[in-house]
Structure formats: structure tokens, C-alpha cells
């Protein structure tokens, strides 16, 4: 027995319903933003953001929550990569938020598509609900900025990383709410 157990890769395909074709171009839109924020400065980054890009869409291909958080998660993680190793605190936030956002779109399109079914017209509804999440990845991101270059003799980093942490958790609420 391997140490595996009775593990098969068909465990890991918890597809559901592929969300609307328009999250998804916004969703691939932004994680096209995402490896764009981190491409300039680091190459140990610029993998992961695209590995992370890479799951991430298969995700939202496949309709698979696991998949897409999964990604999201690792293109975050080479954002945070990117600023621990000396990128610009436009590259890291940029990075992160344009994560947060395709994850966030996509995983309301996959919403959506359960509510109203793959082929409905949500349009509209995807526009609106990425240029909020948009406007207030937009506010944090811009404060984490702030807060990193009017500190920039002290500890930007800690503060750089609440207000990325912040920014997660004031998205996740607005999708629970």
C-alpha cells in the first residue's frame, strides 16, 4: 500500500459548474494584471504567480472551488515572494490584488452559474460585481501603498503585509455578504 492510501487522482475533480464565460475573461484578465505586477522585478516570483495563474484558471475552467482557491493561494504567495525578496511595493500589492480579484470574479461566476446555469446572461451582474471588488481592492491596495512609502525608514513590510491581509479578508467579507 502506498503511502498514498487509496488516494486516485479522480479525488481531486470536484467540478461543478463551469462559471460564465465572461468571469472567466475577467478572471484571466486579471491574472493576466497579476503576472504583469511581478514580471519586471524577480524571476523566483514570476513562476509562482504563474503557476498559480495557471491552476487558478483550470479551476474556473473545470468549475472546481478546490482548484481555484488552490491557485489563488499560490499566485498570492508569489506576490508576498516578490516583495520578500526586494520588489517594488507596487509589484507585491498589484499582484495580490489582481489575485484577489480573478479569484473573487471567478468564484462569482461559478456562483452564478449555480443559481442561473452556465449559458445565463449575467453580464451585467459579473461587471459590476468585479468593478466593486475592484474599487475596493483598489482603496486597500492604495493605502498599503501609502502606508509603505510614508514609512519607508521604518517597518514597511509588517504593515505592507496586514493591509495585504486586510485586503483578503475585507473581499472574502463582501462574498459573504
Do not use: C, K
Not at 503511502?3 to 484578465?29: C, E, H, I, N, V
Not at 526586494?86 to 498589484?94: H, N
Amino acid at each position: 500500500m502506498s503511502a498514498l492510501g487509496d488516494f486516485a487522482l479522480d479525488d481531486l475533480a470536484d467540478d461543478g459548474p463551469r462559471p460564465t464565460t465572461y468571469s472567466q475573461y475577467l478572471g484571466l484578465l486579471a491574472v493576466a494584471a497579476a503576472i504583469v505586477a511581478v514580471a519586471p522585478a524577480t524571476a523566483i516570483s514570476l513562476p509562482v504567480v504563474v503557476t498559480g495563474g495557471v491552476v487558478l484558471a483550470a479551476g474556473g475552467l473545470r468549475g472546481s472551488r478546490a482548484w481555484l482557491t488552490r491557485g489563488y493561494a499560490l499566485m498570492v504567495a508569489g506576490g508576498l515572494l516578490h516583495g520578500a525578496l526586494g520588489g517594488s511595493a507596487v509589484g507585491t500589492v498589484g499582484a495580490v490584488i489582481a489575485a484577489t480579484i480573478a479569484w473573487d470574479v471567478v468564484e462569482n461566476g461559478i456562483g452564478l452559474a449555480e443559481q442561473l446555469g452556465t449559458e445565463a446572461s449575467a453580464r451585467r451582474s459579473v461587471i459590476v460585481h468585479a468593478v466593486a471588488v475592484t474599487a475596493v481592492g483598489g482603496v486597500a491596495g492604495g493605502a498599503a501603498i501609502f502606508v509603505s512609502f510614508v514609512f519607508a525608514n521604518n517597518q514597511p513590510l509588517p504593515a505592507l503585509v496586514l493591509l495585504l491581509f486586510a485586503t483578503v479578508l475585507v473581499t472574502a467579507s463582501i462574498r459573504q455578504g
